[in-house]
């Protein structure tokens, strides 16, 4: 088992930046990929970005291809994911996921710990 929190979401203008954090607790966080995944009310839970175990290969949807960058810092037990010009569209509640499986495009049904998720809301 492992526990997952998300922090930093808030209110930002549409061109802002913004970072989120995911801190894990429990089983080793390095022993999991991690995913950050998003939704908006009434919307589909749409895949956001993936980091491997190690933090050397990562994968990210073509919407936020070029502005995210997801990271990890394994001894912090803690994921990132550094938001930057930020579109009215990226508005969602933000989630963090791990799963046991290799890097790859993530479902959320493939997710197999999830946290609560935090807000980002840009503005326009």
């Known amino acids: 088992q492992v526990q997952l929190v998300e922090s930093g979401g808030g209110l930002v203008q549409a061109g802002g930046s913004l970072r989120l954090s995911c801190a894990a607790s429990g089983r080793t966080f390095s022993s999991y990929t991690m995913d950050w995944f998003r939704q908006a009310p009434g919307k589909e839970r749409e895949f956001v970005a993936a980091?491997?175990?190690?933090?050397?290969?990562?994968l990210y949807a073509d919407s936020v291809k070029g502005r995210f960058t997801i990271s990890r810092d394994n001894a912090k037990n803690t994921g990132y994911l550094q938001m930057i010009s930020l579109k009215p569209e990226d508005t969602a509640v933000y989630y963090c996921?791990?799963?046991?499986?290799?890097?790859?495009?993530?479902?959320?049904?493939?997710?197999?710990?999830w946290g609560k998720g935090t807000l980002v809301t840009v503005s326009s």
């Open positions: 980091i491997n175990r190690s933090g050397g290969s990562t």
């Open positions: 996921a791990a799963d046991m499986g290799i890097l790859a495009l993530g479902t959320p049904e493939a997710m197999d710990h």
